[in-house]
């Protein structure tokens, strides 16, 4: 490969590092994705040297531990504070609802899901209101450990690199 297509090939995969750790953040972007993606496409254009196909696996298990955490978290966050199996369907479903509705829809669909769906199901608005913050604390939960695992993957990625 020549030293220009490496050059573009570095500086694609430094794109692909910073929106991953920014989909981290987001939660419409597929954070740790993106940074699987740069670390493969890395590892693709250096003949999988120093990133191979271990390394890669290993990213691709923090990508799955990541979203599986931010959609169990949700859902840990309805049952400890006392929500029904309703709650978590209702934020799930409010979470698709509020895709519609960008930023703001992705962070209050969840609630008012589950605090819908909860009240259908108890007709109790303070069982109902404390399922919905359950919602909002596992979120919170499930946001923060999928930025720390994005941010080990980009650790992860650059040591090795450097390390070679």
Known sequence: MSG???????VLVAVLLVVGLIGSVMPALPGTIFILAGAGL???????????PGRLAILALLTVVAYALD???????????????????GAV???LVGLFFGLPGLLLGPLLGALAAEYVYTRQLGT??????G???GMLVGAVAKI????????LFLFWVWRG
Request: net charge positive.
């Open 71 to 89: 959609h169990v978290a949700g859902a840990l966050g309805v049952k400890r504070l006392g929500g029904s199996g309703w709650a978590m369907g």
């Open 148 to 155: 720390g695992l994005g941010l080990a993957m980009i650790g």
């Open 135 to 137: 919602t909002v604390l």
């Open 4 to 10: 220009a297509a490496l050059a573009f090939v570095y």
């Open 93 to 95: 479903v409010g979470a």
């Open 128 to 133: 109902s209101a404390r399922a919905a913050l």
């Open 42 to 52: 890395h590892a693709f254009a250096t003949g999988f040297d120093p990133i191979g």
